[in-house]
């Protein structure tokens, strides 16, 4: 059985509306997205902004509400929960957001934002909290000197860093990681993606990474879904899915991956909406690699 598995996952918004336009128009942001995650594996999410990467990942751990479907965690639908069973599933189920500048208050030192999930949740004595604060700042590669910090006194990522040992506070099983590395630099981003994969082999974390670089997906991910439109359009083992790509949309998004040998042969492909209907469902077209076509 997965860790995790969405079933017709759907999130609709309101566009427009008011004084002068008095009709809204309806987006929806997920439109019936399906995947599972097995425990121990990295699943990565991937597609343009806009195509409703992050906005699965926070229905997934109802930040946001959708507005139907079902998200099964360990056999159960997180959907139903009360909101008392929802705060305890919080402890299996956390968080990285991408921005590290906005996602930690500002007033707070960086011991208290780290020991906030376990105050709420009641678990240890002060002395107790203050003891994994500071494991938790030797985990991620912090110096336990500099807890009583503010935010503004850390690099990009160090503040990321932040995120993480938060995240990582209640001993969680599942971990959603929405572009944790998109708003660093380019020469810290390697950092954190490599600690991120210490981290799940040394805790034995279960990861949703969304991002749109692909090539970080390759290198990191087990398997991979292709989002558009808040649709999957296709998904598979990150090998065959890379190796025979096979949505329009997907071959696009490849072609545009930068290489490393600026002599290497290439061809760039036009993205045409017009070659493919959106309304096709995913098709098994290989082994555990299904597309939209």
Known sequence: MPLLEVRHLVKQFSRGGG???????????????SFAI???DMFGLVGESGSGKSTTGRCILRLIEP???EVHFRGENVLQ???????LARRDMQVVFQDPYSSLNPRMRARDIVEEPLIIHQLGSPQERRARVAELFGLVGLDSAHLGRFPHEFSGGQRQRIGIARALALNPAFVVADEPVSALDV????????????????LRLTLLFIAHDLRLVENICNRVAVMYLGKIVEMGNTDALFANPTHPYTRALLSAVPRLDPDE????VEFDTSSFDRDVPLREIGNGHWAAV
């Open 265 to 268: 042969p290439r061809t760039r």
């Open 19 to 33: 004084f002068l336009k008095p009709s809204a128009a309806t987006v929806r942001a997920v439109d019936d997205v």
């Open 81 to 87: 929960y009360s909101k008392y069973r929802m705060r």
């Open 187 to 202: 020469s810290i981003q390697a950092q954190v993606i490599q600690l991120l994969l210490e981290l799940r082999s040394r």
């Open 38 to 40: 097995d425990e121990g």
């Open 67 to 69: 507005d139907s479907g």
